[in-house]
């Protein structure tokens, strides 16, 4: 054990047996250390496989780690949502059984081409005639085209509901929506309407009011359609954004899919990736410096807190120490480790008000895009990873490990 206390700075494989940050922290680690739930992860992936009435396809961008992706393998997530070649390869020799969907709606042609040709994919997404017309060229076969294509149509939705608004980069313009399909519809082996409600959606009438624009867009085209994927957007809970239960952005959805003019034989679709990994990891951070309500840490914006940076995202936070303080608590703001005064968090994060160098902070939920944003930015891209087994400082999925199995809804 000596040894190993020695390695924190640990080795570049996540340690496991150190029971929680408090553990850690006696440890007087120098840099960031990341916490790894794996239990977390698991029993996301099991609330998903086991409670939405579809597929879950793990966007893999909230954190590609190939640690991560096994063990939703594991827990039976086989179907992952990939937006560049880089993930299609990393998928494609993590989980050699995955079905890989291209789900970025604007693709480089030698990029579908090799995804095609060379690891398999089949489900692309689109937006625009001139996108359908390159997938067509990259997926043929000397002069034949390719007949076993799910192509997906992405339609604009409102991001009104969500904390992010993904609603101005892609999506088919509404005048576009009846051509794009019905072209779509002829090249397609399955056709499909995605859409994406934004990030963080606080409301499941996010999925009501785009399930709407769906059944118009398939009563004015008049094609059959044979997968409807509603994206991402399920949340975690962070303070000040609490949502309901994701059983009623479900139940939402569930509802509104069963009344789309659809076959009984069409396929419901999702892309959770927050909401699968949000959980899966926290930071522990070491404050170098307070001045007044600003307290210097050592992680910041170039690293896992680059949402807290630049969209004022607030993470939980709580101060490690033992024995725990008794100082009312106040709002603090964070300065990053760089030289750049762009690396500040706003906050307001909430600590006991004796907190000061020295001291250690747990920051929560950063198993989405926390981990996947860090650099190297300055020289402080060094973080340790060790495997914990208390909760995650959030959780919508009620401590309970173990689930029902309530998939009865998939009919």
Known sequence: MHNHHRALGLAKAPSVGIANAAEIAKLRPVQPVTLLRPHAARRAARFFTQKFPGRSLYAVKANPSPALLELLWAEGVTHYDVASLGEVKLVAETLPDATLCFMHPVKAEE????????????????????ELAKIMRATATGDDQASDLNLLVRLRVSSEHAKLSLATKFGTEPHDVKPLLFAARQAADALGICFHVGSQAMSPQAYRDAMAQVRDAIVSAAVTVDIVDVGGGFPSSYPGMEPPPLEAYFATIHETFEALPISYSAELWCEPGRALCAEYASVLVRVEKRRGDELYINDGAYGALFDAAHIGWRYPVALVREPTSDVRPMNFSFYGPTCDDLDYMVGPFELPGDVG???????GMLGAYGCAMRTAFNGFGTVERVIVDDEPMASLYGGSVALPDTNALKG
């Open 357 to 363: 160098p020295g001291d250690y902070i747990e920051v």
């Open 111 to 130: 990029a579908i081409a090799e995804a095609y040709h060379v690891h398999g994919v089949r489900t692309f997404s689109l937006d625009t005639l001139d």
